[in-house]
């Protein structure tokens, strides 16, 4: 319909590994592919987001970084704090995208992979997009064919940021 709630509360990193593990860890041990989790050492206990939402962006982009990945490694990197937010980082060395694709990357329904041999509808990076603002953070990839693409996660460590984020939506 266009719009999304968010319920906002501290959730712990510790969580979010967790959901990291869950989701791709037996994915990968099937289709024997590398996935690492960095943790930064001064990375805070827990940050404001809504839970279900941070999940479901976690989800498209491991998707995405294996689906695209030919196989190689799959990294996550949980990045210190810069200018009151935190990041997270998906990177993946697989067939990239060129200039052109990744120009619309988040265009609701673009698929960089026009052949149909990977499956999915072309909406996940723009529903990321959305989650990440709603959060009052941003979201940028970078991207090269076949070096791989990395995207990454800036958000706020002040809930009244993403509060008010939230209720501007």
Do not use: C
Not at 2 to 25: A, N, Q, W, Y
């Amino acid at each position: 319909a266009g719009r999304m709630d968010v319920l906002v509360e501290d959730v712990p990193l510790s969580d979010t590994v967790s959901t990291l593990s869950r989701f791709f860890k037996p994915v990968s041990e099937q289709k024997q592919l590398a996935f690492q989790v960095q943790l930064d050492p001064t990375l805070p206990p827990s940050v404001p987001t809504d839970a279900v939402r941070q999940q479901q962006v976690l989800r498209n982009l491991l998707s995405n970084a294996y689906k695209y990945s030919n196989g190689g490694a799959v990294e996550v990197r949980l990045l210190a704090p810069r200018a009151g937010k935190v990041g997270l980082q998906v990177e993946d060395h697989g067939i990239g995208m060129t200039p052109e694709q990744l120009a619309r990357v988040f265009e609701r329904f673009f698929r960089a992979d026009s052949s149909g041999n990977v499956p999915g509808t072309g909406l996940g990076m723009s529903i990321v997009k959305e989650i990440v603002e709603l959060h009052a953070g941003s979201v940028t990839v970078d991207s090269a064919p076949e070096r791989g693409t990395t995207v990454t996660l800036w958000l706020p460590l002040a809930p009244q940021a993403v509060a008010a984020a939230a209720q501007q939506a």
